[in-house]
């Protein structure tokens, strides 16, 4: 089996294509190898078993702007069709919800962005929903994540991006083993009644906004 088809058929085992396949958890370990948490898969079946995770992560998108220079109306249906499309049926992504070990949700993350040629991804949508949690937990799941991305999926290269002036994000990601590799202009464009900010292929230029790319020492 190819490696492109190892890594799609782990991510639709872990998301449940299948209805028969079992449910994993991925354990969130603190600095004693102590279990504190879970990273949760959301599942095909994420409507019936995961209570109110549309609601969840419409809450959530809304009140971390940060997460994206792009800007857009947020609705249930919206959140719902982005979930079931460009999450659960998407081949190139999967979205853990970080759970602390009393079982409650307080952020998500996941990979998205194969590059399956050099067996590289990207550590994707880091949010903390719920602000009031244990200290470093975001971190330790940043760190399960990426243990598991090397051990399940093979990935020899993890990177993120980040707007460059969101420097507490940059320091959390410093603390989770990330260094700093570069801007990445981004150009404005309006599509169907949204701001977007997608990176600039081209000439390099003076950019309004940026990325900043950042990998895994």
């Not at 999450?87 to 759970?99: E, G, H, T």
């Not at 719920?130 to 990426?146: I, P, Y």
């Not at 309004?208 to 990998?215: D, F, I, Q, S, V």
Request: proline share 3%.
């Amino acid at each position: 089996m190819r490696y492109e088809e190892q890594v799609t058929e782990t991510l639709n085992h872990y998301k449940r294509k299948r209805a028969s396949d079992k449910l994993v958890l991925i354990p969130v370990l603190d600095t004693n190898e102590q279990t504190i948490g879970f990273l949760y898969p959301i599942t095909a079946d994420f409507k019936t078993t995961i209570a109110g995770c549309v609601e969840l992560l419409s809450a959530w998108r809304g009140e971390n702007p940060t997460l994206s220079p792009t800007r857009f109306h947020i609705t249930l249906e919206g959140t719902e069709r982005w979930i079931t499309n460009l999450v659960v049926n998407n081949d190139q992504r999967i979205l853990f919800l970080v759970q602390d070990i009393a079982g409650t949700y307080i952020g998500h993350m996941g990979f998205a962005g194969f590059n399956y040629a050099v067996r590289a991804a990207e550590v994707d949508l880091v949010v903390r929903g719920k602000k009031d949690t244990a200290h470093g937990m975001m971190e330790h799941a940043v760190r399960a994540l990426v243990r598991w991305g090397m051990r399940e999926l093979g990935l020899e290269h993890i990177s993120l991006d980040v707007l460059w002036d969101n420097t507490h994000a940059i320091s959390f990601y410093e603390r989770c083993g990330f260094q700093r590799d570069g801007l990445i202009p981004l150009t404005k464009k309006e599509y169907q009644g949204e701001t977007r900010w997608t990176p600039h292929r081209g000439a390099q230029f003076e950019a309004e906004k940026y990325y900043l790319h950042m990998t895994l020492c």
